[in-house]
């Protein structure tokens, strides 16, 4: 079995940020830390699609090997990819007939979801003797005010002004490895990103509402 490469991703702005508390999709399953990753228009993703169709090679030949797929599953199921194209998404909103289409920003744009499971919530058993990976390192970059130096930061996980540095509408990168999958009832497979670790970048616009501005006290005490 071939090593999969760590992938570390272009600057992009997350989304659907659930990387604090694990939740489970829908009530049921595993518990997992995940987010989405909104490209920028136009933005230049060339050298990254290439990395990731090369370890898609690996992915698929490892699962393959290992029985977790077949060759007639890839050849008559419906493949699922790590990137997509937002119109795809909006499209498949509005055929939902959700009128207030909450994917609008990523029309026109490419974007990924990336996850793990949290293996805090497992049994020993489940485990099978094995300590539980850690969750996702989640880490931020900041300018020293006096030497100008970048200094990288791990927030820590329980601490509310640490978790408020981390919002839909920042930008940042994560690093992830890719794994093969299939699933009976759906009758699909495909490639997802198994989340490693999450680093902010900038600051960006709020999604979902808010502002930390101030600019309405303007008339108040002007800055």
Not at 7 to 19: C, D, R, V, W
Not at 59 to 76: G, P, Q, W, Y
């Amino acid at each position: 079995m071939s090593e999969l490469k760590l992938i570390k991703s272009p600057e992009g702005q997350f989304n659907f940020l659930k990387i604090w508390e694990s939740t489970q999709f829908e009530g049921r399953g595993d518990y997992s830390f995940s987010l989405m990753l909104r490209f920028a228009p136009n933005q230049d993703l060339s050298a990254f699609i290439a990395e990731i169709e090369e370890q898609k090679k690996i992915a698929l030949k490892n699962a393959l090997d290992a029985k977790r797929l077949t060759k007639e599953i890839v050849a008559s199921w419906q493949m699922r990819d790590i990137l997509n194209y937002g119109n795809v998404l909006i499209d498949n909103a509005k055929t939902l007939n959700k009128e207030n289409c909450v994917y609008d920003h990523f029309e026109n744009c490419y974007y990924m979801s990336s996850s793990t499971k949290d293996e805090t919530k497992k049994t020993e058993v489940e485990l099978e003797g094995r300590k539980a990976f850690a969750p996702p390192g989640v880490f931020t970059i900041t300018v020293d005010q006096f030497t100008g130096d970048t200094v990288r930061s791990k927030l820590v996980r329980g601490n509310p002004l640490d978790e408020a540095q981390i919002y839909s509408g920042c930008k940042g990168k994560i690093s992830f490895k890719i794994f093969a999958w299939s699933n009976k009832s759906s009758k699909a497979w495909g490639y997802s990103a198994g989340l490693q670790n999450i680093l902010k970048t900038a600051d960006g616009e709020r999604l979902g509402g808010g502002s930390n501005s101030g600019s309405e006290f303007d008339d108040e005490a002007p800055f």
